[in-house]
């Protein structure tokens, strides 16, 4: 089956620093991939959408100077989130989805943020 | 706009005992239905999907039937392990715009 990985899988950081995270499709190429945020005991929210090449959608609400995106190929998205404060705090899923299979997003094993 | 609305956890039941969390959702179109599952320290997994009415999804004991009558998915299970503990999110997708929504989740806890 389609593998998408996250990198780092738990980050620990000051405040007022930046942290980048990576989403990768190990086995198929990602045209779409897709940012959540998921907060304690809550569902995931989304919070941007990157296709390869160009720029991402961000959903109301999300800042998008301060959660940079990049999907700079189709096996590879990064997040940024720039002067993270502590309640940036969240545990931060990616997933991606094919040229194949139209409905189904394959989900990384999200990263743990703590922002000190 | 789309809406997922799911029963509250977290449920508790003893093993070998029957499962239903219940799903209902609201959407314009004809959106695809989604059982996700996340297991502690883990990212979200598809349990099982259906694309049009009166399709049943199944995968490891689970089954779930898309009602376009009473828009739900109730999620399945005849006997439950302690091995399926875990978060259940019911989710749909509006095939417009490939975004998925998720319900708020049940947390499901089995007891040996």
């Known amino acids: 089956g389609a593998v998408v990985s996250q990198h780092p899988s738990r980050v620990i950081c000051k405040s007022g620093t930046s942290v980048k995270i990576e989403c990768r499709s190990l086995d198929f190429q990602a045209t779409t991939m897709f940012w959540y945020r998921q907060f304690p005991k809550q569902s995931l929210m989304l919070m941007a959408t990157?296709?390869?090449?160009?720029?991402?959608?961000?959903e109301q609400g999300v800042e998008k100077d301060k959660f940079l995106i990049n999907h700079a190929s189709l096996t590879l998205s990064t997040l940024t989130v720039t002067s993270a404060h502590p309640e940036d705090s969240s545990f931060y899923i990616c997933?991606?989805?094919?040229?194949?299979?139209?409905?189904?997003?394959?989900f990384g094993p999200g990263t743990r943020l703590t922002v000190l | 706009g789309d809406s997922v609305t799911q029963m509250e956890g977290p449920v508790t039941l003893s093993e070998e005992a029957f499962l239903t969390i219940n799903c209902t959702y609201t959407a314009t179109g004809y959106p695809s239905l989604f059982w996700y599952v996340q297991y502690p320290g883990e990212g979200l997994q598809l349990l099982l999907k259906a694309t049009k009415a009166d399709d049943k999804g199944s995968n490891k004991g689970f089954e779930a039937t898309y009602r376009k009558e009473t828009t739900s998915f109730h999620l399945e299970k005849g006997s439950v392990q302690v091995s399926d503990s875990a978060v259940y999110f019911c989710a749909l997708s509006d095939r417009s715009d490939d975004k998925i929504i998720f319900g708020k989740g049940t947390r499901l806890h089995i007891l040996p």
């Open positions: 997933s991606a989805r094919g040229t194949l299979e139209f409905d189904e997003q394959f």
């Open positions: 990157s296709n390869e090449g160009s720029k991402a959608t961000y």
